[in-house]
């Protein structure tokens, strides 16, 4: 959020619960409750939407006000399909969660897949599913929130939370943590409800593992203290009206028994989160009864009919973004190294792949089948290592001799595996990249000078980074509409940032993305672009032909594709050639000495008109490649 929006957010926050001085007692209570609100507070709200929806008798004609909170009951009124819902909150984390929840009713692909998003929040692909279905799609405010540092900016994204059981997060899962905690110091384990079969034994459990926790003395002096209930949302001003003889602990007992002992936790998932700490599973038979079917809403698109062979939930994820999301095993197109040639199989056809939990268990370790073929043999050849060569290496050898595989190198990672690896290098870096690399990487400033795009004219670049590049391209270009994408979420988190600081977000929009194999239509809503421009990513792209050949196919027609990248440094002395490479190499950065030839192919291939520059005696390179009009 702008820090314009957290001012006006948390003046009207002082304005709804500052009722006295500031130094008096009720003043300091009031201004402690004030500062906690501030963040997330309810990951999930306790109000039953079903008793309010039959209060409520909504009709398609009505336009309902209501409190935004977590935002499970904004949505669940939806299902009676109102004309309008206002959802208002003094929480700027509340509006920015509604808001993501609402995204995610129109983007993710199947409801199984909202449910692992907010229903489980505890899965890492929910932050893959982030970038590639909701973060396109929200508002820069939005955006910035999740994707915000926690811990003054020095912890994980706020995103992140939905990787690691989102409801154990804000005021209310860290108060309900300490409550757990509290209760196993006393060796009391509250999830041991939740395997009642019963009300029966629901009660019978209450009463003789829970119920004495409220008797002890730790808890009775902690509710007498109305700043240990802050985390359930209660304001001083309510602690009173809640207990008006002081005895909370008295009062918090019998709301947890009533919890715990009036409904069966087959049917009521508020238990759930109170003793277990998340919702059931779906799937599970004993809580079937408390997750209602899917219901198609007003707002949720048309499912797409899924291809044949994928479930619905990968049916829409981009094919090499799909790493991390379950999906079913099929046959391989090719069942082996060799089998085309299939007297030389080294694995029957029909042997049966089952788990091998060892290397012995491998199939090679229970058949002694030559790799060969038995018609075939290699003749016998030495083969030379330093100081002394084996001789007779026998290439019909039984696989039973192999212990371990090596890897194979698929030559292409997944979008999450690139993901993972550039967040890896950069995590810390981004925090420095623009101060420092200004000193090597050279040629940017004029690169950007030679954009010169037109009114309304559309720049791409390819590996934005920080967003340095598209901030002083805009400035310089104010006509203009710039967009960029880049595989680290970690810098586009800095990008994002840079962006709005500048007051740039109206015109400058970044997004996570495989330079090599995106969308320009699902990202940006266009299909070709006037200027796209790439500075030093090649050199850290495996796929950098097939990031070229996308690029060029990208452009409109008169448009140009500007390159900037490390050259073959010919004309600089060899010794310095030589640590150079290896010093970029720690960073898996590879100076791309076939630019020249690989962009002379493309060009002849469209049409197109070709530029090569090598300033500073080759130690980068300049390409301009024009599409014919």
Same mark, same amino acid.
């Given at each position: 959020?702008?820090?314009?929006?957290?001012?006006?957010?948390?003046?009207?926050?002082?304005?709804?619960?500052?009722?006295?001085?500031?130094?008096? =007692?009720?003043?300091?209570?009031?201004?402690?409750?004030?500062?906690?609100?501030?963040?997330?507070? #309810?990951?999930?709200?306790?109000?039953?939407?079903?008793?309010?929806?039959?209060?409520?008798?909504?009709?398609?004609?009505?336009?309902?006000?209501?409190?935004?909170?977590?935002?499970?009951?904004?949505?669940?009124?939806?299902?009676?399909?109102?004309?309008?819902?206002?959802?208002?909150?003094?929480?700027?984390?509340?509006?920015?969660?509604?808001?993501?929840?609402?995204?995610?009713?129109?983007?993710?692909?199947?409801?199984?897949?909202?449910?692992?998003?907010?229903?489980?929040?505890?899965?890492?692909?929910?932050?893959?599913?982030?970038?590639?279905?909701?973060?396109?799609?929200?508002?820069?405010?939005?955006?910035? #929130?999740?994707?915000?540092?926690?811990?003054?900016?020095?912890?994980?994204?706020?995103?992140?939370?939905?990787?690691?059981?989102?409801?154990?997060?804000?005021?209310?899962?860290?108060?309900?943590?300490?409550?757990?905690?509290?209760?196993?110091?006393?060796?009391?384990?509250?999830?041991?409800?939740?395997?009642?079969?019963?009300?029966?034994?629901?009660?019978?459990? #209450?009463?003789?593992?829970?119920?004495?926790?409220?008797?002890? =003395?730790?808890?009775?002096?902690?509710?007498?203290?109305?700043?240990?209930?802050?985390?359930?949302?209660?304001?001083?001003?309510?602690?009173?009206?809640?207990?008006?003889?002081?005895?909370?602990?008295?009062?918090?007992?019998?709301?947890?028994?009533?919890?715990?002992?009036?409904?069966?936790?087959?049917?009521?998932?508020?238990?759930?989160?109170?003793?277990?700490?998340?919702?059931?599973?779906?799937?599970?038979?004993?809580?079937?009864?408390?997750?209602?079917?899917?219901?198609?809403?007003?707002?949720?698109?048309?499912?797409?009919?899924?291809?044949?062979?994928?479930?619905?939930?990968?049916?829409?994820?981009?094919?090499?973004?799909?790493?991390?999301?379950?999906?079913?095993?099929?046959?391989?197109?090719?069942?082996?190294?060799?089998?085309?040639?299939?007297?030389?199989?080294?694995?029957? =056809?029909?042997?049966?792949?089952?788990?091998?939990?060892?290397?012995?268990?491998?199939?090679?370790? &229970?058949?002694?089948?030559?790799?060969?073929?038995?018609?075939?043999?290699?003749?016998?050849?030495?083969?030379?290592?330093?100081?002394?060569?084996?001789?007779?290496?026998?290439?019909?050898?039984?696989?039973?001799?192999?212990?371990?595989?090596?890897?194979?190198?698929?030559?292409?990672?997944?979008?999450?595996?690139?993901?993972?690896?550039?967040?890896?290098?950069?995590?810390?870096?981004?925090?420095?990249?623009?101060?420092?690399?200004?000193?090597?990487?050279?040629? %940017?400033?004029?690169?950007?000078?030679?954009?010169?795009?037109?009114?309304?004219?559309?720049?791409?670049?390819?590996?934005?980074?920080?967003? %340095?590049?598209?901030?002083?391209?805009?400035?310089?270009?104010?006509?203009? &509409?710039?967009?960029?994408?880049?595989?680290?979420?970690?810098?586009?988190?800095?990008?994002?940032?840079?962006?709005?600081?500048?007051?740039?977000?109206?015109?400058?929009?970044?997004?996570?993305?495989?330079?090599?194999?995106?969308?320009?239509?699902?990202?940006?809503?266009?299909? &070709?672009?006037?200027?796209?421009?790439?500075?030093?990513?090649?050199?850290?792209?495996?796929?950098?032909?097939?990031?070229?050949?996308?690029?060029?196919?990208?452009?409109?027609?008169?448009?140009?594709?500007?390159?900037?990248?490390?050259?073959?440094?010919?004309?600089?002395?060899?010794?310095?050639?030589?640590?150079?490479?290896?010093?970029?190499?720690?960073?898996?950065?590879?100076?791309?000495?076939?630019?020249?030839?690989?962009?002379?192919?493309?060009?002849?291939?469209?049409?197109?008109?070709?530029?090569?520059?090598?300033?500073?005696?080759?130690?980068?390179?300049?390409?301009?490649?024009?599409?014919?009009?």
């Amino acid at each position: 959020m702008t820090d314009n929006a957290r001012a006006a957010a948390s003046r009207r926050l002082n304005d709804a619960v500052r009722r006295n001085r500031t130094l008096s =007692r009720a003043g300091l209570a009031e201004l402690m409750f004030t500062w906690a609100f501030k963040g997330l507070v #309810y990951p999930q709200i306790w109000e039953d939407p079903e008793i309010d929806m039959e209060a409520l008798a909504l009709t398609p004609d009505c336009h309902l006000v209501t409190i935004a909170s977590g935002g499970c009951n904004v949505l669940s009124y939806l299902v009676d399909d109102p004309k309008r819902i206002t959802a208002v909150d003094l929480s700027l984390a509340h509006v920015a969660l509604n808001r993501l929840k609402l995204t995610a009713v129109q983007r993710l692909p199947s409801w199984d897949s909202f449910y692992r998003f907010f229903g489980d929040a505890d899965d890492r692909s929910n932050v893959d599913a982030y970038w590639c279905h909701l973060a396109a799609h929200l508002d820069p405010d939005t955006r910035r #929130y999740w994707e915000r540092r926690r811990l003054f900016g020095f912890g994980r994204q706020r995103i992140g939370m939905f990787a690691r059981n989102m409801y154990r997060y804000g005021l209310l899962g860290t108060s309900i943590g300490i409550g757990h905690l509290v209760a196993r110091i006393y060796g009391i384990d509250p999830r041991k409800l939740l395997h009642a079969r019963s009300l029966d034994e629901q009660r019978e459990l #209450y009463r003789t593992s829970l119920a004495p926790l409220f008797e002890k =003395r730790l808890v009775r002096w902690a509710t007498a203290r109305p700043l240990s209930l802050y985390g359930l949302g209660i304001p001083p001003a309510q602690y009173g009206a809640l207990a008006p003889s002081g005895d909370m602990a008295s009062v918090l007992r019998e709301r947890v028994e009533r919890l715990a002992c009036a409904f069966s936790f087959s049917e009521n998932y508020f238990a759930w989160q109170a003793f277990g700490r998340s919702y059931p599973d779906p799937h599970q038979r004993r809580a079937a009864a408390a997750l209602p079917a899917p219901r198609q809403l007003r707002c949720h698109p048309r499912p797409r009919r899924p291809r044949r062979g994928v479930q619905p939930l990968v049916h829409r994820i981009p094919r090499n973004a799909a790493g991390r999301f379950a999906r079913p095993l099929r046959a391989a197109g090719c069942a082996g190294l060799d089998e085309r040639r299939p007297a030389q199989r080294a694995v029957a =056809r029909d042997h049966p792949h089952g788990q091998a939990g060892r290397a012995r268990d491998l199939p090679h370790r &229970r058949r002694a089948e030559p790799a060969a073929g038995p018609d075939r043999r290699c003749d016998p050849r030495s083969l030379a290592l330093p100081g002394r060569a084996i001789a007779h290496a026998d290439a019909t050898r039984p696989f039973g001799d192999l212990w371990r595989l090596p890897p194979l190198c698929l030559g292409r990672m997944s979008i999450t595996q690139s993901t993972a690896l550039m967040n890896r290098i950069y995590r810390h870096q981004r925090l420095v990249y623009d101060p420092t690399r200004k000193y090597f990487l050279l040629g %940017r400033d004029r690169l950007i000078e030679r954009l010169q795009p037109r009114e309304g004219h559309e720049v791409l670049e390819l590996g934005c980074g920080t967003g %340095r590049n598209l901030i002083l391209a805009a400035r310089r270009y104010p006509k203009a &509409r710039f967009f960029g994408l880049d595989v680290s979420t970690e810098m586009l988190t800095s990008a994002i940032e840079a962006i709005a600081r500048s007051g740039l977000a109206a015109r400058v929009r970044v997004t996570h993305a495989d330079a090599g194999g995106f969308n320009p239509r699902e990202l940006f809503g266009t299909k &070709r672009f006037d200027r796209i421009f790439i500075s030093y990513s090649l050199s850290m792209i495996s796929r950098w032909e097939a990031v070229l050949e996308h690029a060029v196919g990208l452009l409109a027609p008169d448009g140009e594709l500007h390159i900037v990248d490390f050259g073959g440094q010919e004309r600089l002395p060899q010794w310095f050639r030589d640590l150079l490479r290896q010093w970029l190499a720690l960073f898996e950065v590879t100076p791309r000495d076939r630019l020249e030839a690989t962009l002379t192919v493309l060009a002849e291939r469209r049409g197109a008109t070709l530029t090569v520059e090598r300033p500073h005696r080759g130690y980068a390179q300049h390409a301009i490649l024009r599409r014919a009009a």
